[in-house]
């Protein structure tokens, strides 16, 4: 079913729905985006260098959130359990 056909079911059912250009910045899948809010299976449809290009946005804000850390709250790196693959593995691969 084309997404224009689920976006007007949608609003028939009273649902907001963000205007395309809006809602390709929440979030990534396959649908580029310089800089979207987040990622959802972003590595099942994208190259590698869009996907790292994503993935180093994810660094540098998660670097800035570790230079002021709060006190008694879990750097980043220490609340994601798994470790993901680096950007430099994603370059290399």
Not at 24 to 53: D, I, T
Not at 64 to 89: H, I
Request: net charge neutral; hydrophobic share 45%.
């Amino acid at each position: 079913m084309p997404v224009h056909v689920r976006v007007q079911a949608l609003q028939q059912l009273g649902h907001s729905v963000a205007p395309a250009r809006e809602a390709r910045g929440f979030a990534v899948e396959s649908v580029w985006h310089e800089a979207p809010c987040g990622m959802h299976k972003a590595y099942n449809y994208l190259p590698a260098a869009q996907l790292a290009h994503l993935l180093r946005g994810v660094e540098r804000a998660y670097g800035r959130l570790a230079e002021a850390p709060k006190e008694g709250a879990l750097l980043p790196a220490e609340s994601m359990g798994a470790q993901s693959p680096s950007v430099s593995a994603l370059e290399a691969g």
